[in-house]
T-cell receptor, first 118, second 113 residues
Framework: GAVVSQHPSWVICKSGTSVKIECRSLDFQATTMFWYRQFPKQSLMLMATSNEGSKATYEQGVEKDKFLINHASLTLSTLTVTSAHPEDSSFYIC??????????????FGPGTRLTVL | GENVEQHPSTLSVQEGDSAVIKCTYSDSASNYFPWYKQELGKRPQLIIDIRSNVGEKKDQRIAVTLNKTAKHFSLHITETQPEDSAVYFCAAAWGGSNYKLTFGKGTLLTVNP
């Protein structure tokens, strides 16, 4: 149980185009989903936290108009990289926690999406 | 905000030896400390975690220790096996049900057969 999927697993796009990445919780309801960015051989940097039905909370330095996050249901969150540029090339990983009031519910991670902007 | 430092960045051990990875954190409010294993190109997976009300937790070959006074915590892997080779990340968080993780930079562990 507790499986998170991401689609696509990899994407190559031209500079200036927009790319949408989906994150789905397959067998549980995720009140909260997180989006991370991971550069090669580096750590995971939290970009934003999204709660179902409300606006995402972005971390300092992350442009909310460039990285649009939508969490329309308890099983789906999307990240849209708008007007992508080569510096946006990275590994984007989502995670999700089950709907619960319990402290520190485990975050289940998706397999990641490799974005390459030419 | 929270800052997590992790050492070493790379660690190479012989099969059967022990491996220790250390992390320090800056925010004394942090009270949740998970460790993740990430194999190349794959998703991070939680391997063990510890909360601030305990000083040590063990799960088979893996153990984590926490020193809240010194604000550091460590991962101990005993009897290492080649399949333990991966990148290990420590993280720290506070906030209970609305927590956010701050990750260390990771340690590449290589277990040589």
């Amino acid at each position: 149980g507790a499986v998170v999927s991401q689609h696509p697993s990899w994407v190559i796009c031209k500079s200036g185009t927009s790319v949408k990445i989906e994150c789905r919780s397959l067998d549980f309801q995720a009140t909260t989903m997180f989006w991370y960015r991971q550069f090669p051989k580096q750590s995971l940097m939290l970009m934003a936290t999204s709660n179902e039905g409300s606006k995402a909370t972005y971390e300092q330095g992350v442009e909310k108009d460039k990285f649009l996050i939508n969490h329309a249901s308890l099983t789906l969150s999307t990240l849209t990289v708008t007007s992508a540029h080569p510096e946006d090339s990275s590994f984007y990983i989502c995670s999700a926690t089950e709907a619960s009031g319990t402290a520190y519910n485990e975050q289940f991670f998706g397999p990641g999406t490799r974005l390459t902007v030419l | 905000g929270e800052n997590v430092e992790q050492h070493p960045s790379t660690l190479s051990v012989q099969e059967g030896d022990s491996a220790v990875i250390k992390c320090t954190y800056s925010d004394s409010a942090s009270n949740y400390f998970p460790w993740y294993k990430q194999e190349l190109g794959k998703r991070p997976q939680l391997i063990i975690d510890i909360r601030s009300n305990v000083g040590e937790k063990k799960d088979q070959r893996i153990a984590v220790t926490l020193n809240k006074t010194a604000k550091h915590f460590s991962l101990h892997i005993t009897e290492t096996q080649p399949e333990d080779s991966a990148v290990y990340f420590c993280a720290a968080a506070w906030g209970g049900s609305n927590y956010k993780l701050t990750f260390g930079k990771g340690t590449l562990l290589t277990v040589n057969p």
